[in-house]
């Protein structure tokens, strides 16, 4: 019979170390572009509930801000992993790339065939950097 580690001994080992202070993963990072300055944003989503756009510092987000963008980052994970790469139009305005833990996609506000995720993203997006970065067009 092997030497096993007790059951508790481990359960308080993966508590230590979850308590260590150690900071929280991000959730999503969002490059959005445009043609005009302010359009121009990079915005990071944390999962400790905080945002930050263009390397600023970080920001909670309010209200149900941080399920949202769980939420959103579940949606995204299979066309990350796959890379969706959708094309730019000739009249879109805003390009936007989006890099999670399980890869990236990149796609325009008038790309044909978005996922529902994508256009989610989008608003989600737009709320954030107007609202809680105070960044507007």
Same mark, same amino acid.
């Given at each position: 019979?092997?030497?096993?580690?007790?059951?508790?001994a481990?359960?308080?080992? /993966? !508590?230590?170390?979850?308590?260590?202070?150690a900071?929280?993963?991000? &959730?999503?990072? #969002?490059q959005r $572009?445009g043609?005009?300055?302010?359009?121009?944003?990079?915005?990071?989503?944390n999962n400790?509930?905080?945002v930050s756009?263009?390397?600023g510092?970080?920001?909670?987000?309010?209200?149900?801000?941080?399920?949202?963008a769980?939420e959103?980052a579940?949606k995204?994970?299979q066309?990350? /992993? !796959?890379?969706?790469?959708l094309p730019?139009?000739p009249?879109?305005i &805003?390009h936007y #790339?989006?890099? $999670?833990?399980n890869g990236?996609?990149?796609f325009?506000e008038?790309?044909?065939?978005?996922?529902?995720?994508?256009d989610e993203?989008v608003?989600?997006?737009?709320d954030v950097?107007?609202?809680?970065?105070?960044i507007?067009?």
């Amino acid at each position: 019979m092997r030497n096993a580690v007790p059951a508790g001994a481990l359960a308080l080992l /993966a !508590l230590a170390l979850a308590g260590c202070g150690a900071e929280s993963a991000d &959730l999503f990072e #969002v490059q959005r $572009t445009g043609a005009d300055p302010n359009a121009n944003v990079d915005l990071v989503v944390n999962n400790g509930g905080t945002v930050s756009c263009n390397r600023g510092k970080a920001v909670a987000l309010p209200g149900t801000g941080l399920l949202d963008a769980r939420e959103l980052a579940r949606k995204l994970e299979q066309q990350a /992993a !796959l890379s969706i790469e959708l094309p730019r139009e000739p009249d879109s305005i &805003l390009h936007y #790339v989006v890099r $999670t833990s399980n890869g990236r996609v990149a796609f325009s506000e008038t790309s044909p065939n978005r996922p529902k995720a994508f256009d989610e993203l989008v608003a989600f997006s737009k709320d954030v950097i107007e609202n809680v970065c105070k960044i507007n067009r």
